[in-house]
């Protein structure tokens, strides 16, 4: 399988999922479970059945996650010297060429992404258009708002 790029802060967070899954989620579900068998008839058992439906999820995120992590090349772009060339993992600051506006978004794998946090995927039209560009770059991205041009003010290996 392809590697699939993750930061250290992703990577962590994923650990520590699945952890709270394997270790807190899976018992309670466990226990719920047994709890719904001693209740009898487990053909008219809603508990049983709710119980097992949140056991498949459960297991499913598991393994999700696990493949996700054996697939990971983790990018800590803090051990990395900085050239001012923006690539996957780091903080970059770019402003609309047009309109001035300023916004700093950091580049992430696609499970890290979030918008309001700023944190893009690597796969977004932005990062995109932004990979392998260097710090006083103008670019222009096709975003789904249309052509917009960008001049990247600050790269950060953070």
Do not use: W
Request: proline share 3%; charged share 30%; aromatic share 4%.
């Amino acid at each position: 399988m392809n590697k699939v790029p993750m930061t250290v802060v992703g990577a962590d967070q994923l650990r520590k999922e699945l952890d709270v899954l394997k270790f807190e989620r899976r018992p309670k579900i466990t226990e719920a479970i047994a709890s719904a068998r001693e209740l009898g008839d487990l053909k008219e058992n809603a508990e049983y059945h709710a119980a097992r439906e949140e056991q498949g999820i459960c297991e499913a995120r598991i393994r999700d996650i696990e493949g996700k992590l054996s697939n990971a090349q983790i990018i800590d772009v803090t051990k990395m010297e900085n050239t001012g060339r923006v690539i996957f993992g780091v903080t970059v600051t770019i402003v609309n060429v047009d309109t001035d506006d300023e916004v700093t978004y950091r580049i992430v794998g696609d499970d890290e992404a979030d918008i309001k946090q700023n944190l893009i995927s690597v796969n977004s039209p932005i990062a995109r258009g932004l990979i392998g560009k260097n710090e006083g770059d103008e670019v222009s991205i096709t975003t789904p708002g249309g052509m917009t041009d960008y001049e990247i003010l600050k790269v950060d290996y953070v």
